[in-house]
């Protein structure tokens, strides 16, 4: 990939000129002006209508958005993503998370060897465990059928899958799905309190087998478990999910257990792997593959479409254009859809982990802002709670709203009532409410003048709040391996513009490694030098 400084192209200068005048614009002027706004700046892509025309643009911004991609060379970007280049830099490393979702027929190489074939292999495995365990025909150790699964692993080995067991709550089997991921012992034994280690089975989930959450857990399991059951039932009821084979098997999990994943797979993108299990555990294999198709149709729709009519990119393009030129801090994720409640933390670890950087392909550190803070909660649960802010706040807040033409219990009553407030809300920060019409509404309700000067102000909205609609026909495992995928290109558009590498994340070295130099200290209750914060309060804590 090149390493280009996105500053330094034309395109960014033209976009700062731009800016001047753009950072006026009113979205219901540039509405009034062009009566064919919503068209232009509108996607339709299979069952997929995506409206960016409530954002703070016009075309000639969406222009220079545009040369910012040629100038960076997204376009031969997107080939080596896709084409399994070492595009993970720092850790040597391809990002094919893309090609867990190609078809059998599909061709990907890594080290010269196509790895579409043992994708296959596990997806076979995958396939067959969890068929087994839904129909009853693989049992537990005293001959029962399985009831519950217990998912452990944390980040990317926990947040993909519980994410879509939540968002694929309707499509569930009888099997209950518990995650444990937090090193919190408060999380493992709450967890396994009421389960019955007869009918448990336990998916350790962890891409480098050295994860502190995820090992504790797994001992504190399995110490549970030997408890009431002989040691060789272990074998029947632990399986893992691991690119490091040899300390599975280390840990006592048998060999035929054992579910591999790759290097070439982020932990943060890796749902589509083994890492999946538990989904398709939960959902059944048909429902996991239609997840996986929808996210290659996004994949083949991201890698082929101009990028003027690419949803990820001009997604990706409106996340720079507000971080960058607007300085805005953060952005919010809206799903109009209780299922979809993960999906915000979801996409916390997805874009804080991969584009939170500060140091350029070079080495050297950035001179602009990069990745942006992600928030959410569900609609309408987040208009109760935070929206004041979005409305009246001093920040800027650019917010993508995700709804559904259809509800998955058809209760057009209430799915009328929440999509009615998806449209409005949206309405509503693009609209404001000036102080005219304010004062107005006070008068027709008999408010006297001098109490209308005093309430007035704070009933105004300024308006002006830029959102943009993602509007899909139905919750579906299809549809929503679409979404996961969008954002994950998403992702990496922003990456290639912001010059920097998405896919490591050093970031969470120090602190694990500090908290295994305190943890001996708090063992051994033997305090060493610290910052007399720090000193003082593990003091405090050993006391
Ligand atoms: O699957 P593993 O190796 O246990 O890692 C879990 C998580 O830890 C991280 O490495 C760092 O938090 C994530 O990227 C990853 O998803």
């Known amino acids: 990939m090149k390493n280009i400084n996105p500053t330094h192209t034309d395109a960014w200068k033209k976009l700062e000129e731009h800016f001047q005048s753009a950072k006026d614009f009113q979205m219901k002027e540039l509405f009034k002006e062009n009566p064919g706004r919503a068209d232009e700046f509108c996607i339709q892509w299979e069952d997929f209508y995506v409206d960016f025309s409530k954002n703070i643009i016009d075309k000639e911004t969406q222009s220079h958005l545009l040369s910012l991609t040629e100038e960076v060379k997204l376009k031969d970007a997107v080939d080596s993503y896709f084409s399994g280049e070492a595009i993970n830099r720092t850790e040597g490393r391809a990002v094919l998370h893309t090609a867990l979702r190609e078809g059998s027929d599909a061709n990907v190489k890594v080290d010269g060897e ?6 296959f292999e596990v997806k076979e495995k995958i396939k067959n465990f969890s068929e087994a365990v839904i129909d009853g025909t693989r049992k537990g150790y005293t001959g029962l059928p399985f009831t519950d699964i217990v998912n452990i692993g944390i980040g990317g080995s926990d947040l993909g899958p519980v994410m879509i067991t939540e968002s694929l709550e309707y499509y569930k089997n009888h099997l209950n799905v518990h995650y444990v991921s937090n090193v ?5 034994h709450q967890a396994i309190k009421n389960l019955n280690p007869e009918t448990t089975l336990f998916v350790v ?4 087998w050295s994860t502190q959450e995820t090992l504790s857990n797994a001992s504190t399991i399995r110490t549970w478990f030997t408890k009431k059951a002989p040691q060789e039932a272990v074998a029947k009821h632990f399986v893992a999910v691991s ?14 257990n054992i579910f591999p994943m790759w290097d070439w797979v982020g932990g943060r993108f890796s749902l589509w792997s083994a890492v999946g299990l538990s989904i398709s555990l939960s959902v059944g294999f048909i429902n996991f593959e239609s997840l996986l198709k929808g996210a290659n149709a996004m994949d083949v729709h991201f890698k ?5 009519q690419n949803i990820p990119v001009q997604l990706a393009l409106l996340s720079v ?6 300085k805005a801090e953060s952005e919010a994720v809206i799903p109009y859809s209780q299922y979809l409640h993960r999906l915000p ?8 982990e991969s584009n939170g950087k500060s140091v350029d392909r070079n080495g050297k550190p950035v001179d602009y802002q990069t990745g942006t803070i992600i928030w959410g909660e569900p609609g309408t649960n987040s208009q109760h709670a935070f929206f004041q802010l979005i409305h009246q706040g001093t920040k800027l807040i650019p917010a993508e709203f995700i709804g559904f033409k259809k509800s998955l219990f058809e209760d057009k009553d209430h799915h009328n009532k929440l999509m009615a407030n998806y449209f409005a809300q949206t309405e509503a920060l693009l609209q404001g409410k000036d102080a005219a019409t304010v004062e107005a509404e006070l008068k027709a309700k008999n408010v006297s003048e001098e109490e209308i000067g005093h309430l007035a102000p704070f009933k105004v909205f300024s308006g002006n709040k830029p959102t ?19 954002y994950e290109h998403k992702i990496f558009v922003q990456g290639v513009i912001w010059n920097i590498y998405s896919y490591d994340q050093w970031g969470v070295e120090l602190g694990k490694q500090l908290a295994t130099n305190i943890l001996k200290e708090i063992e051994g209750n033997d305090v060493a030098q610290h910052d007399s914060s720090t000193e003082k309060m593990l003091k405090f804590f050993l006391s």
Request: no cysteine.
């Open 321 to 326: 254009w507000y971080n960058n030129f607007f």
């Open 345 to 352: 933390a979801y996409l916390q670890q997805a874009i804080m």
């Open 243 to 256: 690119s490091n084979v040899e300390a599975v098997q280390e840990f006592g999990i048998d060999s035929d």
């Open 205 to 208: 989930v962890s891409k480098s």
């Open 184 to 188: 919190d012992g408060d999380h493992v």
């Open 114 to 119: 196509n790895i579409i074939p043992e994708v």
């Open 468 to 486: 943009t609609s993602i509007l899909i026909d139905k919750l579906t495992p299809e549809s929503l391996g679409k979404l996961v995928a969008l």
């Open 304 to 308: 082929e479409t101009p990028f003027e």
